[in-house]
């Protein structure tokens, strides 16, 4: 069993920038695949990036893409999203995600674990 913890939400103003952390429970997470997704209220939870297990391959969402970093360190069994330029419309729960395997995948049945989410406003 994979457990997942996020931290490192919070509120911040539009432009400004926030970190998020998931740390996983178990040793060999260089195993797995993984990935962000974020859920706003009364919408669909929606993917925003993902990285395989090497860190060789990353995906991002349009919406994100060229402001958001997603990155994992597998000594420390955690893995990051550096989101900068942050706009209002990012504000949701932001869940991270992983599953055993080598691919990079950007929908969430493909996930097998989640964490139980991190919320991040971002004030206008």
């Known amino acids: 069993q994979v457990q997942l913890v996020e931290s490192g939400g919070g509120l911040v103003q539009a432009g400004g920038s926030l970190r998020l952390s998931c740390a996983a429970s178990?040793?060999?997470?260089?195993?797995?695949?993984m990935g962000w997704f974020r859920q706003a209220p009364g919408k669909e939870r929606e993917f925003v990036a993902a990285?395989?297990?090497?860190?060789?391959?990353?995906d991002y969402s349009d919406s994100v893409r060229g402001r958001f970093t997603i990155s994992r360190d597998s000594a420390k069994n955690t893995m990051y999203l550096q989101m900068n330029s942050l706009k209002p419309e990012d504000t949701a729960v932001y869940y991270c995600?992983?599953?055993?395997?080598?691919?990079?995948?950007?929908?969430?049945?493909?996930?097998?674990?989640w964490g139980q989410g991190t919320q991040v406003t971002v004030s206008s």
């Open positions: 995600a992983a599953a055993p395997g080598g691919r990079v995948a950007v929908r969430a049945y493909e996930y097998e674990y």
């Open positions: 178990i040793r060999t997470l260089s195993l797995y695949f």
């Open positions: 990285i395989t297990r090497s860190s060789g391959n990353t």
